[in-house]
């Protein structure tokens, strides 16, 4: 198995233009989050979808950030437009709900420079 | 609710010491527990996990922790630091019928030689 995918790995970008950070969660796995990490803030939880369906998007700064999940294999992070306090390392990670116990394998991350 | 507090940010050991890192829980049932590690620049790994199975639970790296329920502590060991456990370490919880998993704000180990 290939784990959690991620894509890019790096992306520079300047003030007011739109990322789309890319997931491709571990095939079977049901559940999937995506994190945003910075040295201020630490790791926060923005989204996570179950079964393709946005559950909790409580974390979400704020309307310029969106997720989708088009299906059980690919979800989508899209900021538009950007801004430099958008630079962190944004991590995609999944898992299976239907174990007992919550085991989530994360993607290697995205570190996104908001110039 | 389920909450999770690291009690040192920074810890630093000698290389060939022993290791440990504090973390202690809150949870209105029985919890899962589990410690991830981030390397620098990596994503996060699991190191061990418990989910109400055995108390004790090895994990990968010579790395063990133990679950105490009247102390509501679950800390990580490892009996000789080594330079590449240089890290920085996440306690987390979770609920079983959660989802979602509540990390700590972590422990950066430093190794010194």
């Known amino acids: 198995d290939a784990g959690v995918i991620q894509s890019p790995r790096h992306e520079v970008t300047e003030m007011g233009q739109e990322v789309t950070l890319r997931c491709k969660p571990i095939?079977?796995?049901?559940?999937l989050f995506w994190y945003r990490q910075t040295m201020m803030r630490g790791l926060e939880l923005l989204i996570y979808?179950?079964?393709?369906?946005?559950?909790?998007d409580s974390g979400m700064p704020e309307d310029r950030f969106s997720a989708k999940m088009p299906n059980a294999s690919f979800s989508t992070l899209k900021i538009q437009p950007s801004e430099p306090r958008d630079s962190a390392v944004y991590f995609c990670?999944?898992?299976?709900?239907?174990?007992?116990?919550?085991?989530?394998?994360f993607g290697p991350g995205t570190r996104l420079t908001v110039l | 609710a389920q909450s999770v507090t690291q009690l040192d940010s920074h810890v630093s050991v000698s290389e060939g010491t022993p290791v440990l890192l504090r973390c202690n829980y809150s949870?209105?049932?029985?919890?899962?527990l589990f410690w991830y590690v981030q390397h620098p620049n990596k994503g996060l790994q699991l190191l061990l996990k418990?989910?109400?199975?055995?108390?004790l639970v090895k994990g990968i790296n010579g790395f063990e922790a133990e679950f105490k329920k009247s102390e509501t502590s679950f800390h990580l060991t490892k009996p000789s630091a080594h330079m590449s456990d240089a890290a920085e370490y996440f306690c987390?919880?979770?609920?079983?019928?959660?989802?979602?998993?509540?990390f700590g704000k972590g422990t950066r180990l430093h190794i010194l030689p």
């Open positions: 990670a999944s898992s299976q709900s239907s174990t007992d116990y919550n085991e989530q394998f």
């Open positions: 095939s079977g796995h049901n559940s």
């Open positions: 979808f179950n079964n393709n369906v946005p559950i909790d």
């Open positions: 949870s209105s049932y029985s919890p899962s």
């Open positions: 418990y989910t109400s199975a055995a108390t």
């Open positions: 987390v919880v979770s609920a079983p019928w959660d989802d979602k998993i509540i």
